[in-house]
């Protein structure tokens, strides 16, 4: 079922000696707002952990490598296109579930054969019938890829794309946003960052690798319930987004990923009837340290959630939330996350079966 509720979530993670979110144009240091020593962590790189994790878990992905090969947009999508036409079972299921579709393609074809890819790639190499049939064209590429998404491609039902391709001129606004993570607190970076790379038997090479001593980050997102009509994104799908953020990180352990451990994970669900949002809820939350010793774990800080815990219970009144669902790591120090909200647990570790 395509979900109908608006929500908003809040992840954090820890990060202790690596490097979570390298910045190109600073010699892939961590990403850092100088002015106040916070590390920032970009969405594109938390979508790609949660990609590549559902890649592996056999779902298939639109923004992705062919054959370990970046490819434009245009290609994947010729690509995935052609698997469908060539699939006549799939392919036909698809006009009994979509009449729509089923009139595009009659309008558009030639032919009442079932080969449809070759039926497809004539008419489109015909210079001449795509003058004449470019609305039809643009109108069936409309309706098929859309169905594609909502059949197989489950990045773009969660984070959505602009489809830059010839033939296709709909953006798919995701349901799923994230914001850029940020440290809620000032961080170090290791002022040592000098390794030696043994290339071969014969000499060495010098490189850099830039790490963190410490940092707690927190992304804050929304789902929203107008989005998930238009990529169809399920119920279904927002509880595998909530494992792939938590499992995709656990599972990139590259060498400068190391040490990124999720925290935790809030949600706040609400009403069917309720549009709004709370907003970022980071802000409601309270993070004390002593400035005066450097931070090297969560046991030198104190999250406080009672401000949200509060806000939470106040919108609850009103009958604006539905309910509230989380998850923490089973094994943190509990003695420096206070007071979180009452919510419902979801085991975020349980293993994602896909199929």
Do not use: C
Request: proline fraction near 3%; aromatic fraction near 10%; charged fraction near 30%.
């Amino acid at each position: 079922m395509v979900l109908t509720q608006n929500s908003d979530f809040i992840f954090g993670f820890e990060a202790t000696m690596t490097n979570p979110n390298g910045d190109p144009d600073q010699e892939n240091k961590p990403r850092m707002d100088y002015e106040t020593s916070t590390v920032l962590v970009s969405d594109v790189r938390r979508k790609r952990d949660i990609r590549d994790f559902l890649k592996q878990k056999g779902y298939p992905i639109f923004v992705d490598t062919l054959a370990d090969k970046k490819v434009p947009m245009d290609k994947m999508f010729e690509t995935i296109r052609d698997q469908w036409l060539e699939d006549k079972e799939a392919f036909e299921k698809l006009f009994q579930q979509n009449e729509e579709l089923l009139r595009a393609w009659n309008s558009l074809a030639e032919s009442d054969g079932t080969n449809y890819k070759e039926i497809y790639l004539k008419l489109i190499n015909d210079k001449e019938k795509v003058r004449k049939k470019k609305s039809m064209i643009s109108d069936f590429n409309n309706l098929f890829l859309t169905d594609i998404i909502k059949k197989s491609l489950i990045d773009i039902r969660l984070f959505g794309s602009a489809m830059a391709i010839e033939g296709i001129t709909r953006t798919y606004t995701g349901p799923v946003q994230v914001t850029w993570g940020y440290s809620l607190h000032p961080a170090e970076l290791v002022k040592s960052n000098t390794i030696t790379t043994i290339m071969n038997d014969d000499a060495s090479n010098f490189g850099k690798k830039h790490k963190l001593y410490y940092a707690l980050i927190a992304h804050y997102g929304t789902i929203n319930k107008y989005s998930a009509k238009l990529t169809g994104m399920t119920e279904t799908d927002r509880q595998l987004f909530r494992k792939s953020l938590v499992q995709g990180m656990m599972s990139n352990q590259t060498d400068s990923k190391q040490g990124q451990t999720p925290l935790f994970y809030l949600e706040v669900i609400y009403q069917p009837e309720f549009d709004g949002y709370l907003g970022d809820l980071r802000r409601f939350l309270t993070v004390t340290y002593d400035e005066q010793k450097s931070i090297r774990g969560l046991h030198d800080l104190q999250v406080d959630f009672t401000q949200l815990s509060k806000t939470i219970e106040e919108m609850k009144k009103k009958d604006y939330i539905d309910m509230v669902v989380g998850w923490v790591h089973p094994f943190a120090d509990m003695n420096h996350i206070k007071n979180l909200p009452k919510y419902e647990m979801v085991d975020l570790w349980a293993p994602i079966n896909n199929g």
